[in-house]
């Protein structure tokens, strides 16, 4: 098969799933575009990753398996369509004062969670304090510059800010940011993610994660259009054959983040269809800054200059993906369509000898894992054979996901192969995860903290108009000098599956299923 071929954007597929639901029951919500032939109901699909559950905590974890739960369960102030269009979800609007820094959204009336409770500002209010200020929380990059959040009266909740935030708005689709009971948080955190029995998003659980498979169920009380499948069952799959097995003995639907060369040597058939998504965000080698052999940056620069991203591309991905150099993919504001430099053993040896320790040749480990980036495995033998060219060991160190995120989260690792994902085409999304330094996030898990890109990053966030474009290029300029880590390619995730096209896709780090008519 040629990738090319496949390489289609499934959001096109989703916006023929979903329906206009301006009324629907609960105050609505507004929907999507009239399909041309909606889908039928089913009662039931399994969904089947790679990767394992690490927690339903979202504070607590970075597992792709969990950010699809997160999704379908957690119920978002906004959700984003298919277009990459924020629209209203638990709220109806979102409003900024003169100087954005304070935005009021406004609930729903008569919101309710899955067990019939009221859901109401308080809870909302509550949601986010736990995610920007839960120990350790992942989510609390995009919340640093909240001052305080209020409930104002039962349905307007009040966001302070330090600093203006225009870009706020744009991260509260995300299924990270759900909303809780405040009662349920204040009572024990650990034990309500635990269990997680009450949510305010389209499924509830039916049962947490028992073996492999976690089960969840249409919330009746969900307040917007309800899902084209009643139940849904998030089930572990590690092996890519195993899961083609049981998607043609009918025991999966869909199978995702599958190895992109054997999605290429699977094709389509009659039943079972090969999807590649493409995500604003990028495939990244991450190195770790601050101690041992990259905190030297001319060893980060070295390794940028020496690896071939198109031979890597087309080793993994065949003509289904393009080398990625620059730091803002080429659908992204502050993109610089000469950034994408060709290899350069010359200049990466230049580097080499340059530094203290490298001048003759060195050692270095790299820690990987195949759960989340299933091509992982070949893509460290390619950075190991290319490196070993300008005299840099590269020693293997493969483990589980859950050992990765912890590692990584210490800085125990001296390369790291991951990916950074956006909300739709937001940049703001890429800044605060991968280069904003001293955020939770830690600069995409490097430890990369320079006091001239968190200026940058603090001018990009703050301001609109041509202020905004400029410093969106100045990412790019102080991301080349600096290279903390190694962007090698864009985001492309692969699936394979037996439903009807918009039924069910992965969308950015979300999982996104149609929905019927009310």
Same mark, same amino acid.
């Given at each position: 098969? +040629?990738?090319?071929?496949?390489?289609?954007?499934y959001?096109?597929?989703?916006?023929?799933?979903?329906v206009v &639901?301006l009324?629907?029951?609960?105050g609505?919500? $507004?929907?999507?575009?009239?399909? $041309?032939g909606?889908?039928?109901?089913?009662d039931?699909?399994v969904?089947?990753?790679?990767?394992?559950?690490?927690? !339903?905590?979202?504070?607590?974890?970075q597992?792709?398996?969990?950010?699809?739960?997160?999704?379908?369960?957690?119920?978002t102030?906004?959700? =984003?369509?298919?277009?990459g269009?924020?629209?209203?979800?638990?709220?109806t609007?979102?409003?900024?004062?003169?100087?954005?820094t304070?935005?009021?959204?406004?609930l729903?009336?008569?919101?309710?969670f899955?067990?019939?409770?009221? !859901?109401?500002?308080?809870?909302?209010? &509550?949601?986010?304090?736990?995610?920007?200020?839960?120990?350790?929380?992942?989510?609390?990059?995009y919340?640093?510059p909240?001052?305080?959040?209020? $409930?104002?009266?039962?349905?307007?909740?009040?966001?302070?800010?330090?600093?203006?935030?225009?870009?706020?708005?744009t991260?509260?689709?995300?299924g #990270?940011?759900?909303?809780?009971?405040?009662e349920?948080?204040?009572?024990?955190?650990? *034990?309500?993610?635990?269990?997680?029995?009450?949510? $305010?998003?389209?499924?509830?659980?039916?049962?947490?994660w028992?073996?492999?498979?976690l089960?969840?169920?249409a919330n009746?009380?969900?307040?917007?259009?309800?899902?084209?499948a009643?139940?849904?069952?998030?089930?572990?799959? *590690?092996?890519?054959?195993?899961?083609? #097995?049981?998607?043609?003995?009918?025991?999966?639907?869909?199978a995702?983040?599958l190895?992109?060369?054997?999605?290429?040597?699977?094709?389509?058939?009659?039943?079972?269809?090969?999807h590649?998504t493409?995500?604003?965000?990028?495939?990244?080698?991450?190195?770790?800054?601050?101690?041992?052999?990259?905190s030297?940056?001319n060893?980060?620069?070295?390794?940028?200059?020496?690896?071939?991203?198109?031979?890597?591309?087309?080793?993994?991905?065949?003509?289904?993906?393009?080398?990625?150099t620059?730091?803002?993919?080429?659908?992204?504001p502050?993109?610089?369509?000469?950034?994408?430099?060709?290899?350069?053993?010359?200049?990466?040896?230049?580097?080499l000898?340059?530094?203290?320790?490298?001048?003759t040749?060195?050692?270095?480990?790299?820690m990987?894992?195949?759960?989340?980036?299933?091509?992982a495995?070949?893509?460290a033998?390619?950075v190991?054979?290319? =490196?070993a060219?300008?005299?840099?060991?590269v020693?293997?160190?493969?483990?589980?996901?859950?050992?990765?995120?912890?590692?990584?989260?210490?800085?125990?690792?001296?390369?790291?192969?991951?990916?950074?994902?956006?909300?739709?085409d937001?940049?703001?999304? =890429?800044?605060? +995860?991968a280069?904003?330094?001293?955020?939770p996030?830690? *600069?995409?898990?490097?430890?990369?903290?320079?006091?001239?890109?968190?200026?940058?990053?603090?001018t990009v966030?703050?301001n !609109?108009?041509?202020?905004?474009?400029?410093?969106?290029a100045?990412?790019?300029k102080?991301?080349?000098?600096?290279?903390?880590?190694?962007?090698?390619?864009?985001?492309?995730?692969?699936?394979?599956?037996?439903?009807?096209?918009?039924f069910?896709?992965?969308?950015?780090?979300?999982?996104?299923?149609?929905s019927?008519?009310k």
């Amino acid at each position: 098969m +040629n990738a090319k071929r496949s390489l289609r954007i499934y959001q096109a597929g989703i916006v023929a799933a979903s329906v206009v &639901a301006l009324t629907a029951c609960g105050g609505g919500t $507004a929907g999507t575009a009239e399909p $041309a032939g909606p889908l039928a109901q089913r009662d039931s699909i399994v969904v089947a990753m790679p990767a394992a559950s690490q927690s !339903l905590n979202p504070a607590a974890t970075q597992s792709p398996t969990d950010r699809i739960q997160q999704q379908l369960t957690n119920g978002t102030l906004f959700t =984003l369509a298919p277009d990459g269009k924020v629209t209203p979800g638990l709220a109806t609007d979102f409003k900024f004062n003169a100087d954005y820094t304070q935005g009021t959204a406004t609930l729903q009336k008569d919101l309710k969670f899955s067990d019939g409770s009221a !859901l109401t500002a308080e809870d909302v209010a &509550a949601s986010f304090d736990f995610a920007r200020t839960a120990k350790g929380s992942s989510l609390a990059s995009y919340l640093t510059p909240i001052s305080s959040v209020t $409930a104002t009266d039962g349905t307007t909740v009040t966001f302070n800010f330090s600093t203006p935030y225009p870009s706020f708005e744009t991260f509260l689709p995300l299924g #990270s940011f759900g909303v809780y009971p405040s009662e349920a948080l204040a009572a024990g955190v650990d *034990s309500y993610f635990n269990k997680l029995d009450v949510t $305010a998003g389209q499924y509830k659980v039916k049962s947490t994660w028992a073996g492999d498979e976690l089960k969840l169920t249409a919330n009746e009380q969900y307040n917007g259009p309800q899902p084209l499948a009643k139940e849904v069952t998030i089930k572990i799959v *590690s092996d890519a054959n195993s899961a083609i #097995s049981q998607m043609e003995s009918g025991q999966i639907d869909f199978a995702g983040d599958l190895a992109p060369n054997f999605l290429n040597s699977l094709g389509d058939t009659d039943k079972i269809k090969v999807h590649y998504t493409p995500v604003n965000g990028f495939y990244d080698l991450r190195l770790w800054n601050p101690s041992g052999p990259f905190s030297d940056v001319n060893m980060r620069k070295a390794v940028n200059a020496a690896l071939d991203r198109p031979a890597i591309v087309s080793a993994i991905w065949g003509d289904g993906n393009e080398p990625q150099t620059g730091f803002w993919p080429s659908n992204m504001p502050g993109h610089e369509a000469d950034r994408n430099k060709p290899r350069d053993l010359d200049a990466a040896k230049k580097y080499l000898s340059q530094t203290e320790n490298c001048k003759t040749g060195c050692t270095v480990n790299m820690m990987y894992q195949d759960q989340s980036h299933p091509f992982a495995s070949q893509f460290a033998l390619l950075v190991q054979s290319q =490196l070993a060219e300008i005299g840099i060991t590269v020693k293997l160190d493969k483990v589980d996901a859950a050992t990765a995120t912890k590692r990584g989260r210490a800085g125990d690792y001296d390369m790291y192969p991951g990916s950074m994902p956006s909300t739709g085409d937001n940049p703001d999304t =890429l800044l605060n +995860n991968a280069v904003l330094g001293g955020a939770p996030t830690n *600069s995409e898990f490097t430890g990369y903290n320079n006091p001239k890109m968190n200026d940058i990053v603090k001018t990009v966030r703050e301001n !609109l108009g041509d202020k905004r474009t400029k410093a969106l290029a100045d990412v790019e300029k102080q991301f080349a000098e600096d290279q903390p880590y190694v962007i090698f390619a864009p985001w492309v995730r692969g699936a394979a599956t037996t439903l009807p096209d918009g039924f069910f896709s992965l969308q950015d780090s979300r999982g996104q299923i149609g929905s019927v008519t009310k």
